[in-house]
């Protein structure tokens, strides 16, 4: 919505520039992760997924990066252009049957300068 | 085009009033999900359902109830609204368990 940036950290880049967005997870037994960005006014919308026997996938002008070692993620976004301005979310999920859990990152703000 | 909407954009309630957020989903998914959303707090699932008539509560469900009825709606139940529950709320849909969400465009919701 329009008021989920507030409060949030900011990555302020120049258009034409690659971003990097980081998202330090809680739990090293989590399973599956999923970027998710969300613009002004709508809901949050998939971006890219990977499963933690990966380190890396890449989709269009998006890779996601995952270091277990240090519970680490990170969403690359190249060539940056004005329609990336949004807010970005991590999620981390735990698959354990009737236990599994999501747990969403409090989420960065990306604004894209011209 | 693929799509999950929610019956209101805005809404504005009294204290103590019985509030009903409504959620639709045209994918015939299986999950659906409830969450608020509240600034510097991110997404918190409130309660999800794996199927009709079956929901497990999630993270924050003190305050709220679901009915799902059938596969492709799924309603949030605030029997007596609190000014608490002034937020912004998602109803989200997936094929897959907590795999990827298909989200609506929120409800913002004021409790004077």
């Known amino acids: 919505g329009e008021s989920v940036g507030l409060h949030l950290p900011t990555l302020s880049v120049q258009e034409g520039d690659n971003s990097i967005i980081n998202c330090a997870y809680s739990n090293s037994a989590s399973d599956y992760f999923i970027w998710y960005k969300q613009e002004s006014g709508k809901g949050p919308q998939f971006i890219i997924d990977?499963?933690?026997?990966?380190d890396k996938r890449q989709g269009q002008r998006v890779t996601v990066l995952l270091n277990k070692t240090v519970k680490h993620l990170s969403l690359q976004i190249a060539a940056t252009q004005p329609g990336d301005s949004a807010v970005y979310f991590c999620a981390e999920i735990l698959y354990t049957g009737a236990n599994s859990k999501l747990t969403f990152g409090k989420g960065i703000t990306l604004s894209v300068r011209p | 085009d693929v799509k999950v909407t929610q019956s209101s954009r805005y809404l504005v309630k009294r204290t103590g009033e019985k509030v009903f957020l409504e959620c639709v989903q045209d994918m015939d998914h299986e999950n659906m999900f409830w969450y608020r959303q509240d600034p510097g707090l991110g997404l918190r699932l409130i309660y999800f359902s794996y199927d009709v008539k079956m929901k497990e509560k999630g993270d924050i469900p003190e305050g709220y109830s679901v009915s799902r009825e059938k596969k492709e709606r799924f309603s949030l139940i605030l029997e007596s609204a609190s000014t608490n529950q002034t937020s912004m709320y998602l109803c989200a849909s997936s094929r897959v368990s907590y795999n990827e969400q298909f989200f609506g465009p929120g409800t913002r919701l004021t409790v004077l």
């Open positions: 990977i499963r933690s026997n990966m």
